[in-house]
């Protein structure tokens, strides 16, 4: 269970059977291994079967797909922090604490285990429509960007609804239906798109009712937690003066 000098690695995890179960803890230990993740320790451990005291376990449940940080599935809660597991390096976690603690994220229901269901967030998307409408891809002409545009709105694209903004977010709770930062940051990106622009009403008037922006707190958490450092607070804030415009031309139009 530990390399020739003894070290180990200890992981503590939050366990719960299925969605309506009560959570508990399990501790692991694991032989010392440089440059592990924290996926690699997961499948170590559903090799193992045991706990750190010698009980059989069934293995730990745990979302996970690309393994490079882009598709957002294996997102958690790592040493009380939001991020992805696979580019949670263990040399890096042990350095900060004596052992890595890992836990489900909050904001979402829990399936088993370390497994979340963020339908929360892909709801959210459908209801600002976070899509470029088209009739077909046969040859259909491009609308052309500046390069500054291009500059500008990459960094948005780079969403890859993770849920970390979610999960650092006071407002999402359970006494609010608040949208979300992604949502709010992809409202503004397709409404900037030539194409995606068709549909700029629609969202803006999705963004304002119930839930929408106007529940946004400004704790500006999500910026802090965002793993593809999107600049999610100038969103908000862009979001925001649209929605004023919008509110004006609707009241002058009626």
């Excluded at 599935?73 to 976690?93: P, Y």
């Excluded at 489900?104 to 976070?130: C, W, Y």
């Excluded at 529940?215 to 600049?231: L, S, T, Y």
Aim: overall charge positive.
């Amino acid at each position: 269970m530990s390399d020739a000098n003894g070290k180990k690695i200890r992981l503590k995890i939050r366990r719960q059977d299925g969605p309506d179960q009560p959570s508990y803890w399990q501790t692991f230990e694991l032989p010392y291994e440089p440059q592990l993740n924290v996926i690699t320790c997961l499948q170590r451990i559903a090799e193992l079967g045991r706990t750190a005291d010698g009980q059989k376990t069934t293995p730990v449940a745990w979302d996970s797909n690309c393994l490079e940080e882009v598709c957002g599935a294996c997102t958690m809660v790592i040493n009380r922090r939001v991020r992805q597991a696979c580019s949670a390096l263990v040399d890096r976690l042990l350095a900060e604490a004596d052992e890595i603690r890992l836990e489900p994220m909050s904001k979402f229901p829990v399936v088993r285990d370390l497994v979340v269901d963020r339908s929360r967030m892909f709801e959210a998307l459908k209801r600002i429509k976070a899509w470029v409408p088209v009739d077909g891809y046969y040859d259909l002409p491009t609308p052309r960007l500046t390069q500054n545009e291009q500059e500008e709105l990459y960094p948005l694209s780079r969403c890859m609804t993770c849920g970390c903004c979610l999960e650092a977010c006071p407002q999402v709770n359970p006494k609010t239906n608040f949208i979300g930062a992604h949502a709010i940051s992809l409202a503004v990106l397709f409404n900037s798109h030539p194409t995606g622009a068709a549909e700029k009403q629609a969202r803006l008037y999705a963004l304002m009712e119930k839930g929408g922006l106007m529940e946004c707190g400004n704790a500006q958490n999500c910026v802090k937690v965002c793993p593809k450092e999107i600049p999610l607070t100038d969103s908000i804030a862009k979001a925001g003066r649209a929605l004023t415009f919008a509110s004006i031309k609707h009241w002058l139009d009626r």
